[in-house]
């Protein structure tokens, strides 16, 4: 069982910066794969960003060249957020999965509380 908790959520205006954080109960850097999700008021789920095992990352077009993850320490896991749009507005959510062994598919079934982000125009 793997508890994860975000923070760092906030409201700042359109063009501001937030990191969120998300740490995990425990050491997932090298075995599970990680992801940063979001929903808006009214909207469907969103993938942010995932990163592998292997540390690497990959993200929505809608963020990309904004928003960076990385992992700061085996149990941490930072979203860091530039260039904020009032879009960007949402719940943002950090998961958790082992991979499948067999087809390496990440199953997200770790999920943290979230934490909001509100950006004003």
């Known amino acids: 069982q793997v508890q994860l908790v975000e923070s760092g959520g906030g409201s700042v205006q359109a063009g501001g910066s937030l990191r969120l954080s998300c740490v995990a109960s425990?050491?997932?850097?090298?075995?599970?794969?990680m992801a940063w999700f979001r929903r808006a008021p009214g909207k469907e789920r969103e993938g942010v960003a995932t990163i592998a095992r292997d540390g690497r990352t990959s993200y929505a077009d809608s963020v990309k060249g904004r928003f960076t993850s990385y992992q700061d320490n085996t149990n941490t896991l930072s979203l860091q957020m530039n260039s904020l749009k009032p879009e960007d507005t949402a719940m943002y959510y950090c998961?958790?999965?082992?991979?499948?062994?067999?087809?390496?598919?990440?199953?997200?079934?770790?999920w943290g509380q979230g934490t909001q982000v509100t950006v004003s125009s």
């Open positions: 998961a958790a999965a082992r991979p499948n062994p067999y087809t390496g598919v990440c199953d997200y079934n770790y």
């Open positions: 425990i050491n997932t850097y090298g075995t599970y794969c």
